[in-house]
T-cell receptor
Framework: GAVVSQHPSRVICKSGTSVKIECRSL??????MFWYRQFPKQSLMLMAT?????????EQGVEKDKFLINHASLTLSTLTVTSAHPEDSSFYIC?????????FGQGTRLTVV | SQQGEEDPQALSIQEGENATMNCSYK?????LQWYRQNSGRGLVHLIL?????REKHSGRLRVTLDTSKKSSSLLITASRAADTASYFC??????????FGGGTRLMVKP
């Protein structure tokens, strides 16, 4: 089946630094990828839709200057958490669709200390 | 935005029993998908049911969809301890963007 690879799986960073998370579709092209965030014991919440070659579309309440998304190719989208703070600690997951089925990355556990 | 609601939020059963989880949604959909998530891991796709389908089976999983009631159910038969996880429904409307429900945390006791 289609595979979406997300890297890194875990990252610990200091407050004020930036962290980049990569999402790759390994065996299909994805013009659109989605970034989700999950707080403990809660459902995934869509943060933004990453569009290849154009600006990302952010959900209400998500700061676009804080969560920078770049979708430079048909197989790669990156999410950069800028000036991270402890409240940004969360589980971030990307997904990409092939036809009608969504494939998810393994997720990134971000801890900001 | 999140449109799905799942119940129960948490379910604890004994091994061998059946587990039923329900999902309701608000808008029209192309399909509805069920995902499983082990703690701290990415979602794993379980089953997809299209809006013109009413029931679908996959191994010990049975999914039903009632578009008139805007609801779906996931039944896991003969549960095992390894089924312990969170289960999410997700609706796919226009644009292939998934909208997730709140999830059901299933605990299967050995």
């Amino acid at each position: 089946g289609a595979v979406v690879s997300q890297h890194p799986s875990r990252v610990i960073c200091k407050s004020g630094t930036s962290v980049k998370i990569e999402c790759r579709s390994l065996d299909f092209q994805a013009t659109t990828m989605f970034w989700y965030r999950q707080f403990p014991k809660q459902s995934l919440m869509l943060m933004a839709t990453s569009n290849e070659g154009s600006k990302a579309t952010y959900e209400q309440g998500v700061e676009k200057d804080k969560f920078l998304i770049n979708h430079a190719s048909l197989t790669l989208s990156t999410l950069t958490v800028t000036s991270a703070h402890p409240e940004d600690s969360s589980f971030y997951i990307c997904s990409a669709n092939r036809l009608t089925e969504a494939f998810f990355g393994q997720g990134t556990r971000l801890t900001v200390v | 935005s999140q449109q799905g609601e799942e119940d129960p939020q948490a379910l604890s059963i004994q091994e061998g029993e059946n587990a039923t989880m329900n999902c309701s949604y608000k808008t029209s959909i192309n399909n509805l998908q069920w995902y499983r998530q082990n703690s701290g891991r990415g979602l794993v796709h379980l089953i997809l049911i299209r809006s013109n389908e009413r029931e679908k089976h996959s191994g010990r999983l049975r999914v039903t969809l009632d578009t008139s009631k805007k609801s779906s159910s996931l039944l896991i038969t003969a549960s095992r301890a390894a089924d312990t996880a969170s289960y999410f429904c997700a609706t796919d409307n226009a644009g292939n963007m998934l909208t997730f429900g709140g999830g059901t945390r299933l605990m299967v006791k050995p």
